[in-house]
């Protein structure tokens, strides 16, 4: 099993940047992908960016392409969401998703990830 948990949501003015961390635990001694997904109210969970099983390769929705960052610190087993010039169509409650299944391909599908931390609200005021 794999317990994960975010933190660093809150609130920001448009423009402004916010980091979100993603604390993962449990059996993460054969490595993990993690993927950050967001979900607004009334809408579906989307993928936001997505770093594969080691480390070497990233993926990000195109809205958020260029604006957002994903790292992992596999020391630390953290990974982190860098969010700069964020917009009011940011606002969701962002999650974090583990797989430990090995893979060289950031997958950007929810039901590849089975694990999922209680996510952290982001507002973005304008």
């Known amino acids: 099993q794999v317990q994960l948990v975010e933190s660093g949501g809150g609130e920001v003015q448009a423009g402004g940047s916010l980091r979100l961390s993603c604390a993962v635990s449990g059996r993460t001694f054969g490595g993990y992908a993690v993927g950050w997904f967001r979900q607004a109210p009334g809408k579906e969970r989307d993928f936001v960016a997505g770093?594969?099983?080691?480390?070497?390769?990233?993926s990000y929705a195109d809205s958020v392409k260029g604006r957002f960052t994903i790292s992992g610190d596999y020391a630390k087993n953290m990974v982190y969401l860098q969010m700069n010039s964020l917009k009011p169509e940011d606002t969701a409650a962002y999650y974090c998703?583990?797989?430990?299944?090995?893979?060289?391909?950031?997958?950007?599908?929810?039901?590849?990830?089975?694990?999922w931390g209680q996510g952290t609200q982001v507002t973005v005021s304008s």
């Open positions: 998703a583990a797989d430990t299944r090995v893979s060289y391909v950031v997958s950007r599908m929810s039901p590849t990830y089975p694990y």
């Open positions: 770093i594969n099983w080691s480390g070497t390769s990233t």
